[in-house]
């Protein structure tokens, strides 16, 4: 790791003044793509600066059909909360299959979706909610926010401050694990909102980051079962492809993840 | 057997200080003065090393030098060595490139050193690295072995045309042929035996002091053979001679193969700590250990089995291509001839057997010995064939083992090794029982209406341990021999050192050890330690790989006790004023057989010190050392069946059981040898789902961090069914064959047995990663 000046925010009024003091900031939330990065030298921010401990940036509130988990709430705390489980328990499943006990009790759903790693888990149960990301700034549909791997719709020095979801009438998630970084190789989020709209996303497969797949979605709003997706054909054109998943074997995951997500879901 | 004596579950010794964090290691270990190395590495898998301008980093804060591989060889450093010559089937010696510890001219593989940065700091060494700028021609490069051997390809060594080290055979081609050509059925199967990082927990780290007045060195390593360090550094890379260089490996965090070798990194700190006047210390990172610690298996290989009418195999050709990486490693050309080949009868009487072996230069990470070395290759293969065949052959895999099994010892196999003992039906049974194998049809009809597809596979090792006889070996191109050394020293008040060149590097050493000398007199093993892992302490050993500590190390002290307790009885005996032939030693004490006189082991101890009165003529002490030579390779055999499920739609594995029913001979400690079976198991797993070290075609690595290399987690492996069935190794006199690889060495067949069978296709890779499994299903 390189020399680096740590601060400790304590608002996100004073985080973004921190900001906007230094050279080449880095906002750091539970550190668990940010630290890795750095030690490998890869990063070498200025200074860094944590919104791990600021107040306002803790915690779940469920309102009506609105379910707000603000941005520095760890996995750890989303999964075993009780509002989550009772208003979107997908939600509270991914955040408990998410990593390890040790990157759960660091990692943030902020920290989550600002990466926007193609294999992170929370795009898709963003994308396929249709929530909303909350900023200092500005309201962004979870649409908007993710605009390709790595690449989110935030600006410099914009902070995430909460993401807020309607609550579906069902929701399920499913993944396959990475099998060295566990990470998701693929992972598909399935929700039926109350007005009955169909909404699918998965993770980890396309080489464009997180992913609506509407073909899954039309076979699910016409009958929302399991055996509705057998008919669906995945292309594997522009999904990813490394060692451990062929864009074949992908495209094949995010379909046979979607028929587990519907029977998870119910 | 006593509460701590032989096959006792006796609670691991060592454990309070791992557990507590008071382990030892050499990067734990801070000298005065001690300077920081940091390694600049190519980044290119083949390279001409055009020039190395280290004028900027030399002016950074910190720094004490920056040195190339071209001073090293200036200095007259040696190169490294390979300590096994293998001869080709023309008559020729291997055919070996020049591998300088640091490279001056030409890098071959991703990894390799080309300087070395010295500074106050770790930090302010990798800092300077950066500085460092190194202009490379890059060459072209070849990664895959089969791509390495065709005309035209990159060649590595201008004294290796072809980039071919040997091609080398063993056993009677002609009765093979024969064997073949009056077959009733022949199967052939073509295999792949991934390459493997070996990944030990402590990453490898060396201190080097040299201390100029005396003119002497000390190395702090990690180390698997400490001894064996020294012999080598000094007869080959002239660092100096051995009285002047002390080797230290204190705690070492597991090795599994990989710290037997003598690498760069330490000739490099020894020479460097003379030319700056102060120790030097480096502890590789994980990016390192992946890139340079000495990579395991990587095997290609065609076989053919004949079997006559009755199923009885008649015949066995194979033909194998092992990639050796970039450089001859230390023992590396020992692993795919005499520790593979020798070992592909199995179980099985097979009149005839002809295989060969082709050894090929790549530019790639070196490869040598990993936790079974050869042995698991040929298992693999093995049990791959009978179940194979037993497929063709339409019979059941266990029942087509059983047909062939060696029943009456010794049995002298067509490949060199000759079997003392083993009851191979024995461990068969034990597993099938354990598995309840008469079950599984209808397991697996149940499994089937749940949607999964479900498989048993069974794998019957064996491998040869205890390595080995020193005069054997030699005559097969060993450069060493392969006895162990070991002393007992009695103290003035009766507590008791054990000094062994066998080292612990997790194996549990200071515990089994101090139970044979629980189990011979009587004492508690609080009152006895374990010295190994430093030069200047024990007199000589050649260190612990092949599972030849207990067999060879621990027989060593057996023999050096034996000698120990003769001198003890006859202080006893002139004590109590009673005939030599009458003492016993019961609970620490020495009685006159038939009566209540005894003497305590502490009163005979300080007879002997204090000289006050012993037998006329005795030297006073009571301090004995043996060297000890084995007779014969031990055997340990057993056989692992393993149940698991195949999901269709993801292609993932899930193991529904595991069973081992191992033959090690007696055991020491029973908890200790369930350890070591249950590590080498998981290894083994891991190399049948998980585990492969990949290069792109420019010998680019792709899986240098744990990201990309898929390592076994607890999750990954199921809870282990383990027992013993016992046929004791008449070839030492505790009967022991050793049990450290075993569960490596068997358990990957295992795993792609029931897996093919799950999905009734025979073909299929290691690692049978998800992805794999699936498109072998989809596959035409």
Known sequence: MYQTTYHRASSVDEAVSLFGKSSEAKFLAGGQTLLPVMKQRLASPSDVIDLGKIKELQGVELSGDTLTIKAATTYYDIMTNADVKKAIPAIAHLTSVLGDPAVRYRGTIGGSIANNDPAADFPAALLALGATVKTNKRSISAEDFFQGLFTTALEDGEIITAVSFPVPAKAGYEKMRHPASRFALTGVFVAQTKSGEVRVAATGASQSGVMRVTAIEAALKANWSPAAVDGVSISASGLLADIHGTAEYRANLIKVMAQRAVAAAG | ?780
């Not at chain 2, 070395?116 to 060494?125: G, P, W």
């Not at chain 2, 002139?574 to 019961?586: K, M, T, W």
């Open chain 2, 1 to 780: 057997m006593g509460v701590e004596g032989i096959g006792a579950r006796v609670v691991r010794k060592e454990d309070k200080r791992f557990i507590t964090g008071k382990g030892r290691y050499v990067d734990d270990i801070k000298l005065t003065g001690m300077t920081h190395a940091h390694f600049i590495r190519s980044p290119h898998a083949h390279a001409k090393v055009k020039g190395i301008d280290s004028s900027a980093a030399l002016k950074m804060p910190g720094v004490v030098a920056v040195l190339t591989g071209q001073q090293i060889v200036d200095d007259k450093v040696g190169n490294l060595i390979c300590g096994w010559a293998i001869t080709s089937k023309d008559g020729s010696p291997m055919k070996m490139g020049a591998w300088p510890a640091m490279a001056p001219e030409t890098v071959r593989f991703v990894g390799q050193a080309v300087a070395v940065v010295i500074a106050e700091s770790k930090n302010l060494a990798r800092d300077a690295a950066e500085a460092v700028v190194v202009n490379y021609e890059e060459l072209p490069a070849v990664a895959d072995v089969h791509a390495a051997i065709k005309p035209g390809a990159p060649q590595l060594h201008p004294e290796a045309p072809g980039n071919q080290v040997y091609d080398w055979v063993i056993g009677d081609e002609g009765a093979t042929d024969a064997a073949f050509a009056k077959a009733a059925n022949v199967v052939k199967l073509d295999v792949t035996n991934n390459r493997l990082a070996p990944n030990a927990m402590e990453p490898r780290a060396a201190i080097a002091d040299y201390d100029a007045a005396e003119e002497h060195f000390t190395l702090y390593t990690t180390s698997q053979n400490p001894h064996v360090a020294r012999l080598v550094l000094s007869a080959f890379y002239n660092i100096a001679p051995e009285h002047k260089l002390r080797v230290i490996a204190p705690d070492v965090g597991g090795g599994f193969g990989s710290k037997i070798f003598i690498y760069p990194e330490e000739m490099v700190a020894l020479w460097a700590s003379k030319k700056v006047g102060r120790p030097v210390k480096w502890t590789g990172d994980r990016t390192e250990a992946f890139l340079t610690d000495a990579h395991g298996r990587d095997h290609v290989t065609h076989a053919e089995m004949a079997f006559d009418a009755n199923n009885k195999i008649t015949g066995l050709k194979v033909k194998t291509y092992a990639n050796f990486g970039a450089y001859m490693s230390l023992f590396s050309s020992s692993v795919p001839t005499y520790l593979y080949a020798t070992l592909l009868s199995g179980q099985y009487n097979i009149p005839a057997i002809h295989a060969e072996v082709v050894g090929v230069y790549t530019n790639t990470t070196p490869v040598d010995a990993y936790r079974g070395a050869g042995r698991p290759e040929a298992s693999y293969l093995i049990e791959r064939l009978m179940e194979t065949a037993a497929r063709q052959l339409k019979v059941d895999p266990a029942q087509l083992r059983r047909t062939n099994f060696i029943t009456t010892f010794p049995h002298q196999t067509p490949v060199i090794m000759a079997y003392d003992t083993g009851d191979f039906n024995a461990s068969l049974d034990a597993a099938m029982k354990a598995i309840d194998y008469a079950g599984f049809p209808a397991r697996k009809a149940k499994a089937k209406a749940d949607g999964k597809l479900r498989g048993i596979g069974v794998s019957c090792y064996i491998e040869a341990c205890g390595i080995a006889p020193s005069k054997a070996v030699g005559s097969l191109g060993a450069g060493v021999g392969l006895w162990e050394s070991a002393e007992v020293r009695v103290n003035p008040v009766g507590t008791i050192e054990i000094l062994t060149g066998s080292h612990s590097h997790g194996q549990g050493h200071e515990t089994t050890f101090c139970q044979l000398v629980a189990e011979r007199l009587g004492v508690p093993i609080s009152q006895v330690s374990i010295v190994h892992g430093d030069t200047d302490k024990v007199q000589f050993g050649m260190g612990t790989y092949g599972s030849r500590s207990a067999a060879v190390g621990l027989t060593a002290i057996l023999k050096a006790m034996e000698k120990m307790e003769a001198k003890a009885k006859k202080i006893a005996a002139h004590a109590l004023e009673a005939s030599e032939a009458d003492i016993v030693i019961e609970n620490g004490e020495f009685k006159v057989t038939g009566t209540d006189k005894a003497i305590a082991l502490p009163m005979v101890a300080l007879a002997a010190y204090t000289a006050h009165n012993l037998p006329d003529g005795m030297e006073p002490g009571l301090k004995e050392s043996a060297f000890y030579d084995p007779t014969n390779f031990t055997f340990p055999a057993g056989t692992y069946i393993c149940e698991l499920e195949v999901d269709p739609g993801t292609g993932k594995t899930s193991f529904v059981n595991f069973v081992a029913a191992d033959d090690f001979g007696r055991l020491i400690n029973p908890m200790i040898v369930e350890g070591q079976v249950h590590g080498g198991l998981v290894q083994g797993i891991g190399q049948a789902l998980l585990e492969h070290a990949i290069y792109d075609a420019n010998g680019q690595p792709v899986t240098a961090s744990f990201m990309d290399y898929a390592m076994p987690r607890a999750d990954d492996v199921p809870s282990f069914n383990l027992s013993h069935t016992t046929t004791l190794c008449p070839g030492n006199p505790l009967g022991i064959k050793g049990c450290g690889e075993a569960g490596a060495i068997g358990a990957s067949a295992a795993v792609i047995n029931a897996i093919t069978d799950a999905i009734g296709k025979n073909n299929l890779e290691m690692p049978a990663t998800p992805d794999r499994v699936w498109r072998t299903i989809h596959a035409g």
